[in-house]
């Protein structure tokens, strides 16, 4: 048995003994955005870090790592009640929101993910439905999907902020990803970079894939409860196939 092999038993036997489940069907994959498909997130902190800025608030620029997940409403509303003891106004967190979404955008396109194309490849080849599960609502980048990764996601299958009364850690985006795909927990797969967004799709019952994309450590990610954690997209590229495959066979 190789040492991979190994880590994907072991991880699939901690699965089923945190979740009850006794046999694993994956018919979907419930995929994260920012961080996972697209390399945005130092782009995103910029943006957070300077908007923050306008209104006369410093936050390091990796504290922003820690909130992806949540949508902009929570990050404005945890911020805005930590340096201000205040509540923030609907309209001021539009206001704020808007902004950083500007500052995003005026950074110039992102990248797609190196080795994400190959994941999703993968998924489709092992006839999982691909929903998109996102705690963003920057249109700029969801509405390019269709032309990075043609083909993976029917138009629909997608959870953003819009769409949720609770972001990431809470388990409804990746519960409601699950309701679009018509699939039960453990027939569903979550794809994942940020430590709340793991906390979400473990509380949703799925095996949580926790891909570390940026400065975030392995031990957040465990913490965060992640039932697999590869160091970056390609490292997940180069064994996902083969995980599917015990998946199937448990
Ligand atoms: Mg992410």
Redesign the pocket.
Known sequence: MTHVTAIIREAIAAYRARTGYEHIRPRAALI?????LYDS?SNHATAWQRMMHEIGVEVPHDEFFLY??MTGAATITHLIGREEHRTPTPEEIKRLYHRKTELFTEQGPVEPMPGAAEVLGQFQRHGLRCVLV??SGQSSLINRLAADYPGVFIPGDRITSRDVKRGKPSPEPYQRGMQIAGVQPWEAIVL???PL?VQSGVAAGAFTIGVTTGPIPVEMMRQAGADIIFSSMPECAAAIDQLLIELQHT
């Not at 994260?32 to 996972?36: K, N, P, Q, S, V």
């Open positions: 994260d955005m920012d961080g996972t997130m992806e997940g996102t705690g994942e970079n940020a967004g």
